[in-house]
């Protein structure tokens, strides 16, 4: 599953959105890709809460159509340069994504 969300998109991120917040941005290269990417339900709040041990209902999750993206945020499971923060940037989160789609379709 992670070569589609590869093949699909154009950026995959995931950034701080403060001290206390992540957000992650899927952005597809065009309007075919982006709804095949949503139709496919392969990302989902259910994934994200399972990650990164957040409540489900805690995981904010927006396909934006106008963008071409899905974009989710959580809480950070540590808060920015803690001494048990291991990304200060949060830039590398995102590959818990691919390695866990990954896992699921070996």
Do not use: W
């Not at 982006?34 to 805690?58: G, I, N």
């Not at 950070?76 to 379709?105: F, H, K, M, N, W």
């Amino acid at each position: 599953m992670s070569s589609l969300l590869l093949e699909s998109c154009s950026l995959i991120r995931s950034k701080n959105a403060g001290p206390f917040e992540l957000t992650f941005d899927f952005m597809c290269r065009d309007e075919a890709t982006y709804r095949k990417l949503c139709e496919s339900k392969m990302l989902t709040t259910a994934l994200f809460a399972r990650l990164f041990h957040v409540d489900e209902k805690a995981v904010l999750f927006f396909e934006h159509d106008a963008a071409l993206a899905v974009k989710v945020s959580i809480h950070r499971p540590t808060i920015q340069g803690a001494l048990e923060d291991t990304d200060c940037y949060g830039g590398q989160q995102y590959a818990l994504v691919l390695d866990a789609l990954e896992e699921s379709t070996s």
